[in-house]
């Protein structure tokens, strides 16, 4: 919870204090619970379970002995329970409704990739399984990395790494090596990346030592191809790419750039978290390009949020594959083996990455997708997922302002030119979708649009959902443009548990630590843990 919300109001300070709130006694609102910290439940000396008395021992803790109370709150277990319980609810969820975030941050996960992940026998994996026992799981990684290579176009993959941010770091490895043994290194110091680059490819340049030049986007949202090769020289490592790009376009002139890149002696790396909108109709292989990673997670359906689990698994040219890191899943004649060293593999491994071999609940999950699918329902994913954001953009562009002319990918991006003059921003926009029951878009991203919308709906809701949703918009955009709805857009959202936070003081300074409210007497034990 942020601080900026009042502290006073709601169960904290008494029943009375939240009805004077609220139009209701208790404060809830129907069956949406007003809910106080666990800290403010707690009750001193009360507890959800009976231990016994742990014997006396001699204490060898040299005076490090705490002596106050630990200071964790008291509560017995069903009051914990209902606590998260409901704490559960206030959260929006993919599962709930239409979620305009899209792949990139979640789209439906098939409940029979689920279902194949627990199954006994991969559920139950150990990574120190004698190899001998575990010949499936590596024969289930090895056909995963082969239908990855297939849907890329490309000769190999590295699968341990756990994320594509990490897979970014893997990429940019390889790419690191290969200059290395060109001896090149240390004159190839420069990084491209487009200005509307998702901030982890800069970083990701920038933590291996990297100097990071941003090249412009023209007038229709894509990479300037004057100002790339312009910044193309002696000095350039690699171009980072997304594509398609952030602003839900494809890179029209990619074979191009590609090609310009390449013939500056300078690697492509292609950010693929956006492989979900050309899966089965592109193989980026075909467009030059040296490695990509693939958000598992995002494309190939692996539930995540909140920080995991995801898995990025890299796939590489034919002149990056021998600087794929350790471990190698190989085959010997009928037995799998895993090569963790060198004399075990015809390549130069840049090293580890990764404990053991990967995210194995998320390969089962990937491969579990991709079989359920098929190359052909892949492929309509792929298509349904740009028709539903092109159905989006049709329906939407004569009340909002697309940002760029011309059909889209995946992704429906707006600006807030509809709201110029209302007095009604993109965050007051976003809050009132909130209202009508929609978790708002990506907003202020990416940063090349002014006040952007960007709306992915993905390939997996439908169509009558998507008519609902476009519906409400196009009622919030009315009302924003005719000029007398300011307020009620600055009010919003309305019907949400907490109003309107403030998210720059939240950002800036935020309150990681709870304390009691009223002054504590000194020595509270309460207090003491807080500090
Ligand atoms: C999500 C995303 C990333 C980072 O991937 P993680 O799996 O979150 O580390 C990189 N680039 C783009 C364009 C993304 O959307």
Redesign the pocket.
């Known amino acids: 919870m942020v601080q900026s919300l009042d502290r006073s109001q709601g169960r904290a300070g008494g029943i009375a204090a939240a009805a004077s709130d609220s139009p209701t006694f208790t404060g809830n609102r129907a069956l949406q619970i007003e809910e106080p910290l666990i800290f403010e439940m707690g009750q001193p000396g009360r507890c959800g379970v009976d231990l016994p008395e742990p014997p006396k021992v001699k204490d060898r803790l040299n005076g490090l002995k705490r002596t106050g109370e630990i200071g964790l709150p008291g509560l017995s277990e069903p009051q914990v329970v209902q606590h998260y319980t409901r704490l559960s609810q206030k959260n929006y969820a993919i599962d709930m409704g239409v979620y305009p975030l899209g792949s990139?941050t979640m789209k439906h996960n098939p409940r029979i990739n689920e279902k194949v992940a627990r199954l006994p026998g991969i559920g139950d994996l150990h990574p120190l399984q004698p190899v001998s026992t575990v010949q499936g799981a590596l024969e289930l990684i090895d056909r995963l990395a082969h239908w990855l290579k297939t849907l890329t176009g490309m000769p190999a993959v590295a699968m341990s790494p756990a994320?594509?941010?990490?897979g970014e770091m893997c990429g940019m490895m390889a790419i690191a090596a290969a200059l290395e043994a060109r001896g090149e290194r240390s004159k190839r110091r420069v990084v491209l990346a487009p200005e509307s680059a998702?901030g982890?490819?800069p970083a990701t340049a920038a933590a291996l030592g990297f100097t990071v030049k941003p090249i412009p986007a023209n007038e229709r949202g894509r990479v300037d191809l004057a100002s790339l090769k312009a910044a193309l020289g002696s000095d350039v490592a690699a171009i980072m790419l997304?594509n398609p790009n952030?602003c839900g376009l494809f890179e029209s002139e990619i074979v191009e750039i590609s090609r310009a890149v390449h013939e500056a002696g300078a690697f492509f790396y292609c950010?693929g978290?956006?492989f979900n909108a050309i899966v089965g109709r592109v193989r980026p292989g075909d467009l030059g390009v040296d490695c990509m990673h693939i958000?598992l997670?995002?494309t190939f359906s692996t539930p995540h949020g909140g920080g995991g689990p995801?898995a990025?698994p890299v796939v590489l040219s034919a002149a990056l594959a021998p600087y794929a890191p350790y471990p190698w899943i190989v085959k010997d004649g009928e037995k799998w083996r895993v090569a963790e060293d060198g004399a075990a593999v015809d390549g130069k491994p840049l090293g580890r990455l990764k404990a053991f071999h990967g995210q194995m609940g998320m390969f089962t999950r990937a491969l579990s997708y991709i079989m359920s699918h098929g190359a052909d329902g892949l492929k309509q994913a792929a298509e349904d997922a740009v028709l539903s954001a092109n159905y989006v953009m049709a329906a939407l562009k004569d009340v909002m302002t697309p940002a760029f002319e011309g059909p889209c990918m995946h992704e429906a991006l707006f600006d807030d030119g509809f709201l110029k003059d209302t007095g009604v921003s993109t965050l007051d926009f976003a809050k009132a979708m909130i209202d009508e029951g929609y978790h708002p878009m990506t907003m202020y991203f990416p940063l090349v649009v002014h006040g952007a919308m960007l709306i992915e709906p993905t390939e997996s809701q439908a169509k009558e959902d998507l008519d609902v949703f476009i519906a409400a918009l196009r009622s919030l955009a009315e009302r924003a443009k005719s000029g007398t709805a300011a307020e009620e857009f600055k009010a919003a959202p309305r019907f949400a548990p907490r109003r309107r936070l403030d998210e720059t003081l939240a950002a800036r300074k935020p309150v990681l630590r709870w304390r009691p409210s009223n002054n504590p007497p000194e020595g509270d034990p309460l207090k003491q843990a807080a500090d």
């Open positions: 990139c994320a594509g941010a990490h998702h982890t490819n997304t952030t950010d978290a956006n958000n997670h995002k995801g990025g």
